[in-house]
C-alpha cells in the first residue's frame, strides 16, 4: 500500500494507492467479499506452500476489511479446518453471506471420512465471528455428485439471495451445480440441478445488477475467467465470453464482484507476488470493473497499480 502526496496544489488532498497484489506480507488466494455497514469485508483462502513446486497447503481463511477498498485491516485467521470435526484438510475456495443478521461463511475441506472434497458452514452474528461449524457436518459431499469421475468437484461454493429472499449455493469442478437452501441457510432444499455453460472449471460467482444475473466462473486451464447471463437465477445462461484473462504467474483464478460506494469491483489472484509468488503462492489482487452500456462487462484490465480512492 502506497501513499503518495501529490505535490503543493493539491497540499490537503492526499490519494491514496493500493498497488496490486494488495498484500505482500501474506499469501492470499480464493476472495470472497462483501459489503456490510458501508465497510468490504474480504475472506481469503491462505496460501502456506513452502514453495511453488509441489501444491497448495491450506489450512485457514483470512479476513480484512475497508472502509475504502485501499486500507485494509486485517482480522487474522477466523476459521480453520480444525473448526470442522468432519475435515480432514485444504481449505479450499469460501463464500461468506449475511442473512438476518448473521453471517454463514461456506467453505470447501477435504472430508474426513467419505472420499473427496466437501461443502461446509460456519456461522457468526458477525462478519469477523467468532465462527463456529453452523451443521457438525458438510452440506455436500461427493457421494451426492456421482457423475464424475474426481474426487475434488465439489469445491467452491459460491451463495445468492434472491429478491424474493431465497437462497441457492453454486458450486462445482468441472460440473456447475446449484441447489436452493432452506431459510436457516445450512440445508438443502430440493435437489441438486446441473448448470449449462461452457468450458466451466471451477470457481462459480453469482451476482445481480439491475435485471440481470450474472454467473461468473474460471474456465479452462490455465484458467480465464469467463461469464453469462440470465434474466432468472435458474438460468438458462447465456455466455458471454471472456471477463479477465490468465493471471500472472498463476493458472488458476478466482474472482468476487462487489459493488461499493457506487463502483464496481473485481477482486481476483494473481502468483506475481515479488516475494516468491506463483502457482501455490498467490496473492489477492483488485482492479475496477466496467458494464457497457447494454449491460456486458468490459474485460478487466489487469494491473500492478491496482485502485486508487481520494482521501
Ligand atoms: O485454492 C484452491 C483451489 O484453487 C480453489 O478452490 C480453486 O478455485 C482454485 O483457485
Not at 61 to 85: C, E, I, P, T, Y
Request: charge should be negative; charged fraction near 20%.
Amino acid at each position: 500500500m502506497k501513499k503518495c502526496i501529490l505535490g503543493l496544489s493539491l497540499a490537503f488532498s492526499t490519494s491514496v494507492l493500493a498497488a496490486n497484489p494488495i498484500f505482500t506480507d501474506v499469501f492470499t488466494a480464493d476472495p470472497a467479499a462483501i459489503v456490510h455497514q458501508d465497510t468490504v469485508y474480504l475472506y481469503t483462502g491462505h496460501d502456506e506452500a513452502k514453495d511453488n513446486r509441489t501444491f497448495f497447503a491450506m489450512n485457514d481463511w483470512l479476513v480484512f476489511s475497508s472502509k475504502d477498498m485501499v486500507n485494509w485491516q486485517r482480522h487474522g485467521a477466523k476459521l480453520s479446518v480444525k473448526d470442522f470435526d468432519w475435515a480432514k484438510g485444504d481449505a479450499w475456495a469460501s463464500h461468506v453471506i449475511e442473512k438476518n443478521g448473521k453471517f454463514y461463511w461456506y467453505v470447501t475441506l477435504r472430508h474426513a471420512t467419505i472420499n473427496g472434497f466437501a461443502i461446509g458452514v460456519a456461522v457468526a452474528d458477525s462478519p469477523v465471528g467468532p465462527f463456529k461449524d453452523a451443521r457438525g457436518s458438510a452440506i455436500i459431499t461427493n457421494d451426492m455428485t456421482t457423475d464424475t469421475d474426481i474426487d475434488w468437484d465439489d469445491i467452491d461454493p459460491a451463495v445468492f439471495i434472491d429478491d424474493d429472499g431465497q437462497a441457492y449455493l453454486f458450486w462445482g469442478n468441472t460440473k456447475p451445480r446449484y441447489v436452493k437452501l432452506k431459510d436457516n441457510m445450512i440445508e438443502m432444499d430440493g435437489p441438486i440441478h446441473a448448470i449449462d455453460i461452457p468450458d466451466f472449471t471451477e470457481a462459480l460467482w453469482v451476482h445481480k445488477k439491475d435485471d440481470t444475473y450474472y454467473l461468473s466462473y474460471a474456465s479452462g486451464f490455465p484458467e480465464k475467467i469467463a461469464y453469462a447471463t440470465s434474466k432468472s437465477i435458474k438460468g438458462p445462461w447465456q455466455y458471454q465470453g471472456i471477463l479477465n484473462e490468465v493471471a500472472g504467474n498463476s493458472p488458476t483464478n478466482h474472482q468476487a464482484i462487489i459493488e461499493f460506494k457506487g463502483k464496481s469491483y473485481f477482486i481476483y489472484h494473481t502468483g506475481a507476488s515479488q516475494n516468491g509468488g506463483g502457482e501455490f503462492r498467490r496473492s489477492v489482487a483488485i482492479d475496477p470493473l466496467h458494464y457497457n452500456e447494454d449491460g456486458t462487462i468490459k474485460l478487466i484490465h489487469m494491473t500492478t497499480k491496482g485502485i486508487s480512492s481520494a482521501q
